[in-house]
């Protein structure tokens, strides 16, 4: 038979496992996100580049553009 000392020290160390085992899985849980949170990262990264290599692509039509309309400039012309 146990006595009272034993009983609450079995209380204790159960109460510490669950209080431990919510730890590990909340640091589960967080390293899941952070996972996912690097991959929606690394989408956005490619999106950036992309939008990054259109911008250059339109701002070189425009110089081009602005460059031939300087050479027309009796033909057009804002009035």
Known sequence: ???SSSITLVFFS???QSKLDLVVEGQQMIVEKV???GTRMDRL???VDTSDVKV????A???VHRADT???HGVY???
């Open 1 to 3: 038979m146990r006595n």
């Open 14 to 16: 159960e109460d510490c």
């Open 35 to 37: 996972d996912r949170l």
């Open 45 to 47: 990264d490619t999106k």
């Open 56 to 59: 250059d692509v339109v701002f």
């Open 61 to 63: 039509d425009l110089c």
């Open 70 to 72: 300087a050479v027309h």
């Open 77 to 79: 012309r804002v009035k």
